[in-house]
């Protein structure tokens, strides 16, 4: 198949005018200049015209357990209150209702253009009811706040349903929901099996005030679920995260710290600044910016991170705090609150940065002879700055190619999917 359309956006070289991309089976073949690539490559034209032909977005990180809680969490005045909103909302929702939710959500994703997606699920066990329409990572999310003697149990657990899944990871929740043992044994795991770790990190004031100094509304609500909290009141939360790492002496020797997806780091001291700048090898940063206006959170470091090395993409979050999937309004919200980085870069942290942090860089987030045909494309006009197109582009994608094959999101379409 060759798709032919008004430009090609490869992430790779300039925009191509007239452009022109080969897939055979799940694969791209070829990129260029539509009347070069038609002499070497046979099969079927599709002709997008006057459109832009991208990279599939990819979502770094979300949960679309909680697509059905959209609308139902106003804003809280603290993080804790959002915690004790969400547990009422899920006491009400049964097995059945999480895989519609789920479901719901991978339609949602697809329609507004994403071709891969990390899905942090708190239910593995409902994975083999969903067939996943776009590329998934799975990732189980491990909270043992209310029972830590079962974290091995619970590990193991997750990780009989993930085998199934071509590709998986394991997520602690955060240093707040998940012991210190959890955490050593998703790393010691992670380094046998060669996958993904992800963790909420740093991401609300009040998880600052809990291990720094002890007390806040967080600190008070984990008390009284039972929490052991002597490991509260000396530390910022990224120097836990740092030190429980360290502490493992059997990762010293093999650690790999681009393993880590880290989610938010909304809230960083000056001192975590300086051992973000010592640290030799940099996790990923994946930062959910409308989630982050939701909550009010503090200023997100991009220009900081960035400028220390730090491969930063974006995901969506879940709809408890976020209004729809779309990866195109989340690069508008990122471009609003830095103005200063240019439409491609943003373009780069759905697409290649996101790619990197999921290990999946050789294969998805460009247009690429050998990388997947996960494509999609958007109106363009042909004249001005095609980046400032894509990020201004606000509407579902009607047309997209996952793994190689062709998708069309026509309101009738989408109705059957
Ligand atoms: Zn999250």
Redesign the pocket.
Known sequence: MIIRARRVVTMDDPPIDNGAVAVSGNRIIDVGKFDELKTRNAGEIVDLGEQAVLPGLINA???LDYTCLRGKIPPQKCFADWIRAINAEKAKLSPKDYVASINEGFAEAKRFGTTSVAN?TAFPELIAQVSAPIRTLWFAELIDVRAPERANELIDLAIESLSETENWGLAPHALFTASKNLYRRCEEIALHENILLTT?LA?SREEMEMFRDASGPLYEFLKSIGRGMDDCGSETPLEHFLRIRDSSTALRSARNDNGWLV??LNELAESDFKLLEQSKIKFHVVH?PR?HDYFRHSRFPFERLRALGFNICL?T??LASNENLGLFDEMRTLQRSEPGISPDKILETVTVNAALALHQENVIGRIRPGFYADLISIPCSGSGNIFDEIIAFAGPVDWMLVNGKEKRNTPEAAKLA
């Open positions: 990180h979300c949960h942090l909420h991401e989610a938010h959910s989630s995901g979050d879940s």
